[in-house]
């Protein structure tokens, strides 16, 4: 039920839904629920999460959450994530690994260009 309501708060696209998604996501107990609510913040780009989906990296340590989360701070593409990609980055070792981390790292860089949180020139 939370990723059919998760998926149809993000159809809505408004402020007021993305507002009821961070909702959620401050009480949310479960896995499950926490994926929903992480892939929906993600795809609303609400910055405003970030910190509280980087806090339940640690909460929930399954490889499936952490890739769900890690792709919703590609999308978001704020400040507070660029530590998490830094180790990501270099956990892989800079190539391919299951988490795809190189690849939701370039699209964290692409992110915090299009929000203007970073100049291309230093990512160059």
């Known amino acids: 039920m939370a990723d059919g309501a998760a998926r149809t708060l993000v159809s809505i696209n408004t402020k007021e839904s993305s ?59 704020g400040t507070a994530a660029l530590p998490i990609f830094e180790k990501e980055l270099k956990t892989a070792n800079y190539s391919y690994d299951n988490l795809n981390g190189i690849g939701l790292g370039l699209d964290y860089a692409e992110s915090l260009i299009e929000n203007k949180k970073i100049k291309k020139q230093l990512l160059i």
């Open 19 to 77: 507002d009821a998604l961070a909702q959620g996501l401050a009480k949310v107990t479960d896995e499950k629920c926490a994926v929903a609510l992480v892939t929906a913040l993600g795809d609303v780009k609400n910055q405003d999460t970030e910190t509280a989906i980087i806090a339940l990296i640690d909460k929930f340590k399954s490889d499936s959450f952490k890739r769900t989360a890690l792709i919703a701070l590609s999308k978001i593409g």
